[in-house]
């Protein structure tokens, strides 16, 4: 069973950076998309940013210049980097791996941004 495995949430104040990462659990073939979401108590999960096998990213037009998204060292794996961090940034943050006939979805890490 391949799961998606994300960590790098925590608490910190307004300004601060955190870099977040996405990596599935076992070896599996090159998955061409691994997306970042964001989900807000009582808001539907926002689609925020996503990064091809091959290295192309692409952004929803609500994610600010703040936020990169890479792809890491590993295969299957995808970094958000989030500078200059805001009190509207918290929230959980999931990756979901889109790999050959299956999608994989992670438990989400926690951010929260104090002001």
């Known amino acids: 069973q391949v799961q998606v495995v994300e960590s790098g949430g925590d608490w910190v104040q307004a300004g601060g950076s955190l870099r977040l990462s996405c990596a599935l659990s076992r070896d599996t073939d090159v998955c061409p998309f691994m997306t970042w979401y964001r989900q807000v108590p009582g808001k539907s999960r926002e689609l925020l940013a996503s990064?091809?096998?091959?290295?192309?990213?692409t952004y929803a037009d609500s994610v600010p210049g703040r936020f990169t998204i890479s792809q890491g060292n590993a295969k299957n794996t995808a970094i958000l980097q989030m500078n200059r961090l805001k009190p509207e940034d918290t929230g959980k943050y999931s990756c979901?791996?889109?790999?050959?006939?299956?999608?994989?979805w992670g438990q989400g890490t926690q951010v929260t941004v104090s002001s």
């Open positions: 979901k791996a889109q790999c050959p006939g299956f999608n994989y």
């Open positions: 990064i091809t096998s091959d290295g192309t990213s």
